[in-house]
């Protein structure tokens, strides 16, 4: 959502003539966009002004804003402590920065803290300024916020309450981002299939996408169980063009942690989600995210979540040590052993690498059909994803960026499958 924001701030400021930079040293305004999911945000925050610092010691200061979610819950603090940031910026205020620039350009100690909630006008804003992202594959916001609450997560006090942009605007965006080239649209949301708009759902935005002709394909992240509805499970058998990879975190395996998180639903409940997309559509595949050592996590709930790993076979487990969040409900419980909570974490990672190699190493030799999205710095080969979402790379003298082509693999890594172009491969008629 970080990278979409920030597309869309850099939109807005082409507006006042302000364009983006490869080269920082030249930059008369430097904008961090920062992530407070985890710990020791604040503190990447404060090391990267240091390196800006160092770099523009001789030369002039540029305008440096913070926006992002550290901005919202840490503002005043890092506007005190760090004289060298003029301006910090919510998530749900950013089309206020052109606002900021050019007064900070008329009264040079002016310091300013935005972070209001103002999330109707951050999209009455941008909605006035087309999306010219011409990637193959764009993301694209629908759903910002959450009113979910568990016990452990920022993002409620960060990114505000549950809000949904209208249909018409989603789709007028859709269709700039199809015009511009944009072959795979990924749908955006906090809780993205929490998407409510005068009733009308995710699934009927999927639909809708799955009509456009020149659109070879749809996913949407990140999605909560309990937001998992039938409509959306019968847009998984409809929409050819909605990808078979669902991203469904779980974070703990235990019924019972489950409940402590606040994540009302069981695993059982969990499971069924899984069996009824698999009904409908048995290629699917999914991956989730883990929070591993929640405070009052016991062995045996740890055990488990490895149980659930075994058993679902997730293609992309993301795990992480919970990380204590100040102001959330669970900084006030007592932490498991760093030790116990590090053990734990290797042990989770290592299982999951070895489903992660195994469904890996299934796949040599067969075909995957790749959707190419760029040429590597290595200029010969090409970058793509497959139905999966994996990273693909083939070695081609002809250009395939925009084609969807049959690639059959040959080696792969943890990040990347290796392939080779299928000579019988025609673009078109591979489309999803
Ligand atoms: N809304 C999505 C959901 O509920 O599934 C997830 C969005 S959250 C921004 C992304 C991931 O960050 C979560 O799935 C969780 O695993 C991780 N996360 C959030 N707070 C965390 C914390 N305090 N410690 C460790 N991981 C955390
Ligand atoms: Fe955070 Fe997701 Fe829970 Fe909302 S549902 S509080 S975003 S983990």
Redesign the pocket.
Known sequence: MNEYDSNRILELTKKINFFSTSDVNEADCYVLNTCH??EKATEKVYHHIGRIKKKFKDKKKPIVIIAGCVAQAEGEVLLKKEKYIDAVIGPQSYHEINNIILEKNKAKNLKVNKTEFDVIRKFDELNLIKNRENKVSSFLTIQEG?D?F?K????PYTRGPEHSRSFSEVINEADQLIENGTKEIILLG??VNAYNYKGKKISDLIYELNKKTKLERIRYT???PNDFSDDLVEAHRDCKKLMPILH??I?SGSSYILKKMNRNHTREEYFKILDKLLKVNSSMKFSS???IAYPGETQDDFEKTISLIKKVKFINS?S??????PG?P?AKLKKINEDVAKERLVKFQIIANEIKKNYRQGLVNSFVKVLFENKSKDKNSYFGRDEYFNSVMVKSSSNLCGLIKNVKVKDWTHNTLYGELNDASKPKEFAA
């Open positions: 999911i985890r959450c979910k568990c452990f997560c920022v993002v906090q809780n990140t999605s909560h469904l975190p974070q995210d883990f929070i993301y992480y040590i919970y990380s204590e969040r959330t669970a």
